[in-house]
Structures are given as structure tokens and as C-alpha cells.
């Protein structure tokens, strides 16, 4: 057993160089005031920003009881048609308190049958403003890790549980995700990706049906999700404040393509 310790050893480095290699952080601009972990906050309390284990927000609004605007697009239905469908209903959505300060809904974008669904939390900042996904500092992150697994952003889909920001990038409220959920569930229905992976606690969450489910425990353990495989991996904003983080997600994204049958590419 000792005698494989200096391989293992050189296999840990060898795979760290690897994950530093394609989605380091040392070319990545600063994150936003909006994504710098701010200083003596509640965990998990309102106004708390993402990290990896925080828990759900305590006080939540119920989910309202009106007919969810999804509610008449039957879960058959397939394809960019229904796609747009469902980024229509979002855009006129005031289910929660999270439309009175929004500018823009953040409905998702990618491919609309896509090998891989990256699901997110919820829009920051600039995501808000420009009404795209990922396209802040986690954002750019998350487009290297895509890159790295062989795909191009344009390949895979980017949604995430919440389509309009948290004030402040605090959490979604539970009453939150649940107004909001049904238009990702049917975003999967239409998508039909061949795997899901989630970014973060909310997602892990939201899909598993378990608000105590935390990320550092179960990131790279896959659970079904309606006949879908998610395999759950850290949030990029999370690994922007801790490198560490970065060798278990790379693991995790490996663990992604190896369901899918692929390897990564090779490095040239
Ligand atoms: N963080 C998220 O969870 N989603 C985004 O779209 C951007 C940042």
C-alpha cells in the first residue's frame, strides 16, 4: 500500500496542474463587488452571498396558489418551439417579489438538445443587466470549464433555479425557488439533456428536494432527477474565492463526460 503512495501523490499533482491549467484563476478579472464574499454575514440568511454550504434563507413568502403560467404546456413537448414558449412565460412573470426589482429576466441560453444542462442559482449584477446567464467573473469561469470539458458554451444549455436576481445575489428565498422551479422543470422536459450538472447548494437543493442537502458533502455523488442523472458540482463563484475547490470540481466535470462516454481533451 505505502509503495503507491508517491504515485498517488504524483497523480494528485498531476490532475491539480490539470484543473490549474484549464480553468485556473489567475487570467480572471477580480469578482464584482456583487460576487466578493462579504464580511460577517448570517450564513444563510438573507442578504447571504453564494458559498458552498450555506443553508436556505429561513423566513420565505409562501409560493403563490395561482395557476403557475407554465401550468398548460404539457411536459411532452419538446424542442426550441417549447423553449420559447417557456422564455415567454418568464418574461412576463411577476409570480414573486423578484419582478419588482428586476431589469431583466435571465430565462437561460445554449443548445435546445444539449449533451449537458449547467444549472446555476440565480442571476448576478451583470446577468440582470444584460438578461444572459453566466456572464459575470463566474460566468467567464464557468465558460473555461466548459471549454475544458470539450465543449463550447454554445453546445451545452445555461439556466439556473431562479430566473430574475436576488437583490443583493442573496439567496433565493425557498418561496422563491418554488414559484419559480416549475419553469426549469420544464425547461428539462424540453431540453431532454442527456445530464444535468448543478453549480452550488440552490440547485443541488431544488432538484434533490432535500433544503439541507449541502454541496461539499455531496458534490460528484450523482441522484436521478426525473429519469435525468445530475451530478452535482461547486458553484464558480465559490471556486473564484477558493482555489482548493477547483481539483474536486475538475473531478466532478470528468465524472460528467465520463457518463456522457467522453474524456477531456487532450491538452495541446
Ligand atoms: N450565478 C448564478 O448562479 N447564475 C448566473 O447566471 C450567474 C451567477
Redesign the pocket.
Known sequence: MDDDRPVDLLRNLKQLLEADHWFGVESLPKPPES?QPAPAQRPGGVGAK?GADEAPAVASPAPSVKPHPVADIPSTVHGAEVLAAIVERISACERCGLCAKRTKV?PGEGAAQPDILFI?????A??DRQGR????A??QLLDRMIVAMGYAREQVY?A?VVKCRPPGNRAPEPGEVADCLPYLERQIEALQPKVICT??N?PLRALSGNPQAGITRLRGKPFEYRGYTVIPTF???YLLRNDAGKKPCWEDLKAVLAFLGKEPPKRG
Open positions: 460576487e453564494r435571465v446555476g442559482e440565480g442571476p448576478g451583470d446577468e446567464p453566466f456572464v459575470g463566474a460566468g445555461i439556473n453549480l452550488g440552490t458553484h464558480p463563484s
